[in-house]
């Protein structure tokens, strides 16, 4: 078959001549980031995915899901904490939290910050990116040192059937929606979402980039709208990440929910205290701030 061959070839070339670059697919045809490499710190396949943990020159240490990557430690800050303090902070008090995915820790360090939230519950499909992460990313899989988290190895979809009424806030920091995570892109993993938060429940979701796929973004929104009350979409920097950019989308049970501005503000030495890098007050309100065009095409009936 013609198109297993090419699949194989590209998944072979991945690393070529001390680079390496992104597995070409349909999210982000003609395109492909590279890094330059040091060396290949690990390399397996677990049950659900191909893992490869990569040094390299100039991003540190990367964690690659499939070809595809999924944090560097010089920039995943800016994803970690836009992912967990911009749904936190729209809510006047996130209780108790459920991390869906995330399996580098990152988000759970994050979430963790916040001085409201009183239980962390995380459900992460691959055990095994759990513990290459404690091994290899320390900084991130810190998350999971802190006694506010529970971990469950276990299908995010399948773990949000059994859970009803119980969250203030979900975030969902899964991979690309090919492979394990497809799941958690479908309209019916919103509805799921909506049975398992508790009134004035805020959802938030890694939402794809209006560069990449500003259709797509669109689609997500229209399925997330079928369920929620009020729905945005957020962005933020990030070099590591295709185009450099990446959105979140997030809605909310309460119609009286303003995303735009933060419900919790923090003064310099708690921002310090908290280790925060990349989100403020500010930053909060700018990330929901669209080009005209992304604003026109997303309110396109
Ligand atoms: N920030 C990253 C990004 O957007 O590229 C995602 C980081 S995190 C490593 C993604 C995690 O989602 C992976 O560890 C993967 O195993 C997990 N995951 C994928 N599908 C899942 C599912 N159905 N249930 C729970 N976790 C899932």
């Given at each position: 078959d013609y198109c297993e061959i090419e699949c194989v070839f590209i998944m072979v070339d991945q690393i070529l001549n001390g680079w390496f670059s992104e597995i070409q697919n349909e999210?982000?045809?003609?395109q492909a980031f590279s890094l330059k490499l040091s060396r290949v710190l690990h390399e397996e396949k677990s049950k659900y995915q191909d893992i490869k943990v990569l040094d390299t020159a100039t991003y540190g240490t990367c964690l690659v899901l499939d070809g595809i990557i999924?944090?560097?430690?010089?920039?995943e800050f800016s994803y970690q904490e836009m992912i967990s303090f911009l749904p936190l902070n729209s809510h006047?008090?996130?209780?108790k939290v459920l991390i869906v995915g995330g399996g580098d820790g990152g988000v759970a360090r994050e979430v963790s910050?916040?001085?409201?939230?009183?239980e962390i519950h995380q459900v992460e499909i691959d055990e095994r990116v759990v513990e290459l992460s404690k091994e290899f990313l320390p900084n991130m899989a810190c998350g999971f040192k802190n006694p506010k988290v529970k971990l469950t190895i276990g299908d995010g979809f399948k773990y949000m059937k059994e859970?009803?009424?119980?969250?203030d806030v979900i975030i969902t920091d899964s991979s690309d929606p090919v492979g394990p995570a497809e799941s958690l892109f479908q309209e019916s993993y919103y509805e799921l979402m909506k049975n398992a938060l508790r009134p004035g429940g805020i959802v938030c979701s890694q939402g794809g980039s209006f560069w990449l796929n500003c259709a797509y973004v669109k689609k997500t929104m229209d399925g997330c709208k079928k369920h929620f009350t009020k729905v945005s979409y957020a962005h933020t920097s990030i070099p590591s990440y295709p185009c450099g950019h990446i959105g979140f989308v997030i809605g909310c049970?309460?119609?009286?929910?303003?995303?735009?501005?933060?419900?919790h503000n923090y003064s310099e030495a708690e921002l310090e205290n908290m280790k925060l890098k990349y989100y403020t007050r500010n930053i909060h309100s700018a990330a929901f701030s669209l080009p005209r065009w992304v604003e026109l095409f997303l309110s396109n009936e």
């Open positions: 999210l982000w045809p003609g999924q944090c560097t430690t010089r920039d006047p008090a996130p209780k910050k916040h001085p409201l939230v009183e859970h009803t009424n119980e969250f049970l309460d119609s009286n929910t303003n995303f735009k501005t933060s419900l």
